[in-house]
């Protein structure tokens, strides 16, 4: 398994700011991912991290919304930009601990309230 | 289209009261079928992993099962603490699919 860290847990922003959130694991890891979870909703992939090389964006998600930068095998942010009241959503940071398993493990999210 | 979908939304059990929870799914391979556990505020937290049709896990009072075409979690004698959203997720070698969940709901 792997041990998720994300900061801020929760915030409230007014619309128009930018807001970043961290993700540190506690092992190096190849693949992390960023989901948004709107409430009352199932998980919607963002983009997945790539250290060392731009992120990889879902359909609907692009860069100048939601940029991502992975530095290194243990950490990432992502950061939402010029927030709406739309953009209110848990943001999840996950990781495939394991290659041989797949299992995806995931971090206790940062819930975003735009005002 | 890959797709992962979860029945029945909504579920209101009573304490011992015994019930599964229904996840079907369409993809192009499969990797992996994944149950997780979501409680109001938190982040999934990973509960089984099955790779092949006939396969079982078990934890508790959960008990997850895999065919070709669905998945089932039994919940036996189910306690309130057991209250939760049930996520299931589908991995086709690519990405991961996830169904829009069961709400649990056990009563006292």
């Known amino acids: 398994s792997a041990v998720i860290s994300q900061k801020p847990s929760r915030d409230i922003c007014q619309r128009g700011t930018s807001l970043t959130i961290q993700c540190q694991v506690d092992?190096?890891?190849?693949?992390m991912f960023w989901y948004r979870q709107q409430p009352g909703q199932s998980l919607t992939l963002i983009a997945t991290?790539?250290?060392?090389?731009?992120?990889?964006?879902e359909s609907g998600f692009v860069i100048d919304k939601f940029p991502i930068s992975r530095p290194n095998l243990t950490f990432s942010t992502l950061t939402v930009s010029n927030m709406s009241p739309e953009d209110s959503s848990i943001y999840l940071c996950?990781?495939?601990?394991?290659?041989?398993?797949?299992?995806?493990?995931f971090g206790e999210g940062s819930r975003l309230t735009v005002l | 289209e890959d797709q992962v979908t979860q029945s029945p939304e909504a579920l209101r059990l009573q304490e011992g009261e015994s019930s599964s929870l229904n996840c079907s799914y369409t993809?192009?391979?499969?990797?992996?079928l994944f149950w997780y556990r979501q409680d109001p505020g938190k982040g999934p937290e990973f509960l089984f992993t099955?790779?092949?049709a006939g396969e079982e896990k078990e934890k508790e009072r959960l008990k997850a099962t895999l065919t070709k075409k669905e998945s089932f979690l039994h919940i036996t004698a189910p306690k309130p603490e057991d209250s939760a959203t049930y996520l299931c997720?589908?991995?086709?070698?690519?990405?991961?699919?996830f169904g829009s969940g069961t709400k649990l709901n056990v009563k006292p």
């Open positions: 996950s990781v495939v601990a394991s290659r041989n398993t797949g299992e995806l493990f």
């Open positions: 092992s190096q890891v190849t693949m």
């Open positions: 991290a790539n250290q060392g090389s731009e992120a990889t964006y």
């Open positions: 993809v192009s391979g499969l990797r992996g």
């Open positions: 099955l790779y092949s």
């Open positions: 997720a589908v991995d086709n070698f690519n990405k991961f699919y």
